[in-house]
């Protein structure tokens, strides 16, 4: 069932961040009619603050990269395992607080839902498989240093590089039934860097963006009671993000 609810939410998320897109972009061809060569008319209107805010709508996908232990070697009934990538989606706040012309210090606290998945495989003849789906909600906790580029036209190329906390509120880890699962801790850390451009129109600013969060810490709780617990010696965290900024 809550499978169900996600996958619908992320249909209807899909639909209004592709209305929501399809605006920007007819916004962007259209103010681009009234610009002159290498002008800059309302850039230099967000150039003087020295702090802005905004919102962010995203679409994610996460999977897990599956470290084997040396149990793996020895044991007779698992012959693979994988991670395949589960669909998500993104909603934050964002906090933008200029560090001089080029640099920016971005907190982007945000409400992350995100699917991934473990397999493994069995019997490789027969295909018997088993799948570990963790579905999440993650209050995640970005901090991102922003290096922009000179503007033209009322754009502006950008790159991001910073850290992130997050934590799961919908973790299955504390639970009954988790005992015969692999259990996933509900805290993560990661690092992540990406690129994106900057759309200046007279009151916000458009800002599409792409992003790779690398975790560091292992999620995995060890279970030495559980065969799929101890042909791991790690579990990391593997996210893609395509976010719209709204910003102003």
């Given amino acids: 069932?809550?499978?169900?609810?996600?996958?619908?939410?992320?249909?209807?998320?899909?639909?209004?961040a592709l209305v929501i897109f399809c605006l920007a972009i007819a916004s962007v061809h259209a103010n681009a009619q009234f610009k002159g060569k290498g002008?800059?008319?309302?850039?230099?209107?967000?150039?003087?603050?020295?702090?802005?805010?905004?919102?962010?709508?995203?679409?994610?996908?996460?999977?897990?990269?599956?470290?084997?232990?040396?149990?793996?070697?020895?044991?007779?009934?698992?012959?693979?395992?994988?991670?395949?990538r589960g669909p998500g989606f993104n909603l934050g706040?964002?906090?933008?607080?200029?560090?001089?012309?080029?640099?920016?210090?971005?907190f982007l606290p945000t409400l992350s839902f995100t699917e991934r998945n473990l397999n493994y495989n069995q019997d490789a003849v027969a295909g018997v498989r088993r799948q570990r789906t963790v579905e999440s909600v993650f209050?995640?906790?970005p901090f991102h240093l922003r290096y922009k580029s000179e503007p033209y036209k009322d754009r502006r190329l950008f790159v991001i590089a910073g850290?992130?906390?997050?934590?799961?509120?919908?973790?299955?880890?504390?639970?009954?039934q988790a005992e015969t699962l692999v259990k996933i801790s509900p805290t993560d850390f990661a690092i992540e860097y990406g690129a994106g451009v900057q759309f200046f129109f007279p009151y916000f600013i458009f800002s599409p963006?792409?992003?790779?969060?690398?975790?560091?810490?292992?999620?995995?709780?060890?279970?030495?009671?559980?065969?799929e617990s101890t042909v791991l010696e790690k579990v990391l965290s593997r996210t893609f993000t395509l976010s719209l900024h709204f910003e102003g």
């Fill in 209 to 227: 963006e792409f992003k790779v969060s690398h975790g560091i810490g292992n999620t995995l709780i060890f279970n030495p009671n559980l065969q």
């Fill in 163 to 176: 850290i992130k906390y997050g934590f799961d509120v919908a973790s299955d880890s504390r639970t009954k």
């Fill in 1 to 16: 069932m809550q499978s169900t609810n996600i996958r619908h939410l992320l249909h209807l998320f899909r639909i209004q």
């Fill in 139 to 141: 209050v995640e906790l």
């Fill in 93 to 106: 706040i964002v906090t933008n607080l200029k560090m001089g012309k080029y640099f920016d210090f971005r």
């Fill in 39 to 84: 002008e800059n008319y309302n850039f230099f209107d967000f150039q003087s603050k020295p702090y802005y805010f905004g919102i962010t709508l995203a679409y994610n996908t996460s999977n897990f990269r599956p470290f084997r232990s040396e149990e793996f070697i020895y044991n007779d009934s698992i012959q693979t395992i994988n991670s395949l």
